[in-house]
């Protein structure tokens, strides 16, 4: 009874992807689409005073800041909770990257072609971290279209990376896009395997 | 002894700033007792120790089970770091059990079960 119950205890219980990109890209847009609850908003503190903080609103630069991170959740079984959890792309929040993304499944960059610039960062730092990683690019009403191919040029995208156009409105877009990566990462744990 | 559930409006616009510093909630301590990732899900144990006198105890006790790390932190209002330091003295104190996720030391195997459970699960969705 008691190995039983060790046994259980090893399965994880949840699990989590993360989504990151700029400011207005659509994070908490994608989260909600798929969340069974309303994204809800947490806060990590922001330690280092000295790294810019001019999108968290005048703050006097002697008080604890905090940047918010809005999650949702997604019951795949009786026993399997996953987390969403949208991430600023901005590189001043790398300090909690490494918290958020440790023994995360993978994450998404999600990107919109009129400020493809905010996506480098995101990027940067999943390539760094060996993180699998997919792009997904949000299709806005109103901005231009551009052919994915376009896009992985712009932005020196590796070609095993794969690349996505996603509705973040659209609940079976957004599932695809978490299919997408999940699929990705059980390749890429693969590939490893069998380089080793 | 239910403690009345607090009314929580998601879009509710929280403060980017406090005034008072979060970590005075924990006595200054920054670093929790047991490891705690943000998605680790929460059990609370019953019949151990008697309920906590602590109004911040209390509330977390109130809202943890079956929650994750970050939902406890969204729904007390309280900054991941301080809710992770709270935690792990109730932890500490057996009134909370943590249920298990991927980390560091996990194995491939143990990691390919967890993406292949998901997998599934997101497909079924």
């Known amino acids: 009874m008691d190995y039983a119950r060790s046994s259980a205890q090893r399965s994880a219980a949840s699990t989590k992807i993360v989504v990151a990109g700029g400011f207005g890209v659509g994070k908490t847009t994608l989260v909600g689409s798929v ?24 703050v006097p630069t002697k008080a604890t800041t905090t940047v918010a991170m809005d999650f949702g959740r997604i ?6 909770v996953l987390y969403l959890f949208g991430t600023p792309g901005q590189r001043r929040f790398w300090f909690m990257w490494d918290d958020l993304c440790l023994g995360a499944i993978g994450a998404i960059v999600l ?5 493809l610039d905010e996506a480098f960062s995101p990027l940067d730092y999943f390539e760094s971290k060996g993180l699998p ?7 806005f009403d109103n901005a231009a279209r551009y052919p994915l191919e376009e896009v992985r040029a712009a932005l020196a995208i590796p070609e095993h990376v ?10 079976e877009s957004c599932k695809r896009a978490l299919i997408r990566i999940t699929e990705y990462s059980l390749e890429q744990l693969t590939a490893s395997v069998a380089v080793h | ?5 607090q009314p929580w409006t998601p879009d509710d616009d929280a403060p980017s700033a406090r005034v008072v510093r979060p970590y005075t909630l924990t006595g200054g301590r920054t670093a929790p007792k047991v490891e705690l990732p943000v998605e680790a899900t929460l059990r609370r144990e019953h019949g151990g120790s008697p309920d906590p006198t602590d109004a911040n105890l209390s509330r977390i006790l109130e809202v943890c089970d079956k929650r994750s790390v970050a939902e406890v932190s969204a729904h ?11 935690l792990g003295d109730l932890i500490e104190q057996g009134h909370v059990r943590v249920q298990a996720t991927l980390t560091a030391d996990s194995s491939q195997d143990e990691r390919r079960e967890l993406i292949e459970r998901t997998l599934r699960g997101l497909r079924t969705l």
Request: charged residues 25%; aromatic residues 2%; without cysteine.
């Open chain 2, 1 to 5: 002894m239910a403690l009345p559930t």
């Open chain 1, 162 to 171: 794969p690349m996505i156009d996603i509705d973040a409105r659209d609940r």
């Open chain 1, 75 to 80: 019951t795949l079984a009786e026993d399997l």
């Open chain 1, 111 to 115: 990107v919109d072609t009129d400020r």
């Open chain 1, 35 to 58: 969340s069974e609850i309303m994204p809800l908003r947490t806060e990590a503190l922001v330690t280092n005073e000295s790294e810019g903080v001019d999108d968290l609103a005048a």
């Open chain 1, 133 to 139: 990683f997919i792009v997904a690019v949000n299709q």
């Open chain 2, 76 to 86: 007390v209002h309280m900054p991941i770091g301080v809710v992770r330091v709270l």
